[in-house]
Nanobody, 121 residues
Framework: QVQLVESGGGLVQAGGSLRLSCEAS????????IAWYRQAPGKQRELVAR???????NYADSVKGRFTISRDNAKNTVYLQMNILKPEDTAVYLC???????????????WGQGTQVTVSS
C-alpha cells in the first residue's frame, strides 16, 4: 500500500508559478506511471501530466510548454512545476500512481487527497 500526499498548492496571480509535490510513503522507483490530475468545480477530472518509470512524459495540450512533471526516486517524490498560470488552471490537483487495467479502463491504484490551486485574474 502506498500513500500519496500532495503539497504546494495555494493562491497565485495569473502569470505566476507554483510547484506541487507528491510524496509517496514508499519507494516509487518501480511504479510504472505517476500522474497529476485536476478537477475543477462542475467539471470532469482531467489528466494534466504523467511520467513513466523511464522518465517518459506526457502532457495535456492545455498545459504543454507551461507545466513540467519530474520525479526524484531518491526522495520518493514527483513534482509538477507550473508556470504562466492562468485562471482556467484553477482546480484541485491530485496525484495518482501505479497505472492498472481494472477490466474496463486504465486507472490508477493509488490516489492522493489533492491540493487546491487558485489562480486569480
Amino acid at each position: 500500500q502506498v500513500q500519496l500526499v500532495e503539497s504546494g498548492g495555494g493562491l497565485v496571480q495569473a502569470g505566476g508559478s507554483l510547484r506541487l509535490s507528491c510524496e509517496a510513503s514508499g519507494s516509487i522507483s518501480s511504479i510504472n506511471v505517476i500522474a497529476w490530475y485536476r478537477q475543477a468545480p462542475g467539471k470532469q477530472r482531467e489528466l494534466v501530466a504523467r511520467i513513466s518509470s523511464g522518465a517518459i512524459t506526457n502532457y495535456a495540450d492545455s498545459v504543454k510548454g507551461r507545466f513540467t512533471i519530474s520525479r526524484d526516486n531518491a526522495k520518493n517524490t514527483v513534482y509538477l512545476q507550473m508556470n504562466i498560470l492562468k485562471p482556467e488552471d484553477t482546480a484541485v490537483y491530485l496525484c495518482a500512481a501505479d497505472r492498472i487495467w481494472n477490466g474496463a479502463t486504465l486507472t490508477y491504484r493509488y490516489w492522493g487527497q489533492g491540493t487546491q490551486v487558485t489562480v486569480s485574474s
